[in-house]
């Protein structure tokens, strides 16, 4: 009887909790299954594997390419090249840190793909509490960081446009002008061309521009490779104090984290981006190799009379060194209408809301107008290619390229794992102190050969 008044609640018990388990089961399962932010990107998001190499290949393997010999007559034709590969070894480990970061922090918010400056924001938001309030700081730096980095780009490539023409008119018996007024006149080509809002219209010329970009390297390369001298005739090595223009240079050159996450949010296999070998490895290691091989072909064989960008040492005299020149300068032209996109979407996004919707499109258009006035200008004040690369690489890379990312990964697995006795946070510190003694020295340097040529 016992037994038999015993049995029904246990057995009642039991259903419920069965029930209840099924029921929890089948209504978070959501919950229990693993987020796969690739599963919820946009249709859009479909770029391949090697369509993302072929991507990332193309905007790592820009103008910097052709400012590696000036990089190398800073530190030697053998120091150059270690000096390269380490700092090719520290910029893309610094952009596994990033986008890895960025991937797991996907996975915890459930969202299908973050930015550079969203993945520093709620990097911040989501970490210890006592610098959540510092969120948005961290966005606003990464932002304006990115955002002058583009316009000191911008800056660039005017001037590399003002000298290209420049020697093109001197030897065909042109006007005897400066460097500062060809720059003056570029905006007779900038403007109109900045005003275009759809990049969809400059997509068939930035694909005709890859091809003669390549073009005009391999004529450089060709020039340097025609008749080089002995390598006893360069220095291997320089002095110490070269070292800082040395990694600002090659920071410009060779950082190109800006374009990483817009990258990596597009792949359809987003997973295959980091890894062994990895669609970064992969990049990144082609990259060092081509600007190793460029920087000391480039520098063996113009000596310390190499430019800011390698178009600018190929002979005067030579009908294919001025065609490589004027397609140099082509390709800038379009390039700068494509890198101007940035630092005006980062100022609209702050301006838009304080103007009436109705004035949007005269806002916008009078912030692209203004925009590339004051990168001429800045161009024409100042028209030394090799200060504005430096500075560029010095302060804009320095804090982005550098120091972001390793601050952003010792927040995001603070009170997780950093690693056996905190190694993750010790080797984070190292890189942003490489990243401030770049920063220091760089500037030092770039204000003391300011001054030394004013």
Not at 159 to 170: G, R
Not at 263 to 292: R, W
Request: glycine share 8%; with cysteine; hydrophobic share 50%.
């Amino acid at each position: 009887m016992e037994k038999e008044n015993g049995t029904p609640p246990i057995r009642s018990n039991l259903d419920t909790y069965s029930s209840k388990i099924e029921l929890a089961y089948n209504g978070s399962r959501e919950d229990l299954d693993p987020y796969v932010p690739a599963d919820h990107r946009p249709l859009e998001s479909n770029t391949s594997s090697f369509g993302a190499l072929a991507h990332l290949l193309k905007a790592s393997l820009g103008s910097g390419i052709l400012a590696m010999p000036l990089a190398f007559k800073n530190a030697g034709l053998v120091v150059g090249v270690f000096a390269t590969i380490i700092i090719g070894f520290v910029c893309a480990h610094v952009i596994h840190v990033l986008v890895k970061t960025s991937q797991q922090l996907c996975v915890e918010i459930k969202k299908p793909s973050l930015g550079y400056a969203e993945t520093c924001d709620l990097v911040f938001q989501n970490g210890p509490k006592p610098i959540r309030k510092y969120a948005p700081y961290a966005r606003e730096l990464a932002d304006w960081a990115l955002a002058l980095t583009h316009l000191g780009a911008c800056c660039v490539y005017v001037v590399v446009v003002a000298e290209s023409f420049k020697q093109v008119s001197d030897v065909y018996g042109g006007p005897d002008w400066s460097v500062t007024v060809f720059c003056a006149l570029t905006l007779v080509i900038l403007i109109p061309l900045t005003q275009i809002t759809k990049l969809k219209y400059l997509v068939p010329f930035s694909a005709l521009a890859n091809f003669v970009w390549l073009a005009s390297i391999c004529i450089s390369i060709y020039y340097c490779l025609r008749d080089p001298p002995p390598t006893s005739s360069r220095n291997y090595a320089t002095s110490i104090s070269g070292l800082p223009t040395f990694i600002s240079t090659s920071l410009f050159a060779m950082e190109g984290i800006g374009v990483v996450m817009p990258i990596e949010n597009e792949m359809t296999k987003p997973h295959q981006f980091l890894g062994c070998p990895g669609v970064l490895n992969i990049a990144m290691s082609a990259v060092v190799v081509m600007y190793a091989f460029v920087g000391f072909c480039g520098y063996l064989s113009f000596g310390e009379g190499v430019r800011g960008s390698l178009t600018l040492n190929l002979p005067q005299e030579e009908i294919l060194a001025q065609v490589a020149k004027i397609m140099v300068a082509c390709v800038m032209v379009l390039s700068y209408a494509l890198i101007f996109y940035v630092p005006v979407d980062v100022v609209w996004r702050r301006l838009q809301d304080r103007i009436p919707a109705r004035g949007h499109r005269w806002g916008l258009g009078a912030l692209r107008f203004f925009g590339t006035l004051l990168t001429v200008a800045l161009a024409s004040a100042v028209p030394r290619l090799e200060l504005f690369m430096e500075l560029v690489g010095a302060v804009c890379l320095s804090i982005m390229g550098l120091t972001l990312p390793a601050i952003v990964e010792t927040v995001w697995l603070w009170g997780k794992d950093l690693g056996p006795c905190h190694w993750i946070l010790w080797k984070n510190c190292l890189i942003v102190i490489f990243s401030i003694i770049a920063l220091v020295s760089g500037v030092t340097f770039s204000i003391k050969t300011l001054l030394e040529t004013l």
